[in-house]
């Protein structure tokens, strides 16, 4: 049972970093909605899922001002 909190911490303290520098990145690329990848990936164990769909698909998710052109 101590492992598995153990693990729980660990994934939290490497999803945090992560969530934020996901977050910067979408803000540098003017995404819709970034703050939704932050809280994707700070979501316990799950967060891992999200960074890899995002770092696949980041170039082809919708910008802030993509209809105002």
Known sequence: ????????????????????????????????????YYYGIVVPLAGFLVVAVYLSKRTELPRENAGDG
């Open 1 to 36: 049972m101590e492992s598995a909190a153990l693990l729980l911490v660990a994934a939290l303290v490497a999803q945090v970093p992560i969530s934020i520098l996901v977050y910067l990145d979408a803000r540098r690329l003017e995404l819709e909605n970034s703050s939704m």
